[in-house]
């Protein structure tokens, strides 16, 4: 098992910026990618943003890309979302996820544990 506590979330106006943290425990962290999902409202969730096993390797949404960056602490347990430039369509529940699955898998199916999430809210 591996438990997932997400923090950071808020409100904060367009243009402005938000760190996400995603801190982990359980089996050892350094096993899995990690992700990022989010889900609006009246949406369906959706990939933001994976980092590998070591953090050498990531992939983002094009939506976020430039914007966005993914980051882990190993040492700390710890996963990272930097949102920077956000919009109102950043809007969302973010939620990260843990996956033993190869090959940046951008599909929920694919992870394995989930955090509870923490929302994000961008007004104009």
């Known amino acids: 098992q591996v438990q997932l506590v997400e923090s950071g979330g808020g409100l904060v106006q367009a243009g402005g910026s938000l760190r996400l943290s995603c801190a982990a425990s359980?089996?050892?962290?350094?096993?899995?990618?990690m992700g990022w999902f989010r889900q609006g409202p009246g949406k369906e969730r959706e990939f933001v943003a994976i980092?590998?096993?070591?953090?050498?390797?990531?992939v983002y949404a094009d939506s976020v890309k430039g914007r966005f960056t993914i980051s882990r602490d190993n040492a700390k347990n710890t996963v990272y979302l930097q949102m920077n430039s956000l919009k109102p369509e950043d809007t969302a529940d973010y939620s990260c996820?843990?996956?033993?699955?190869?090959?940046?898998?951008?599909?929920?199916?694919?992870?394995?544990?989930w955090g509870q999430g923490t929302q994000v809210t961008v007004s104009a």
């Open positions: 996820a843990a996956t033993r699955s190869f090959g940046a898998p951008t599909s929920p199916l694919q992870y394995a544990y």
């Open positions: 980092i590998s096993r070591g953090g050498s390797n990531t």
């Open positions: 359980g089996r050892t962290f350094s096993n899995y990618a």
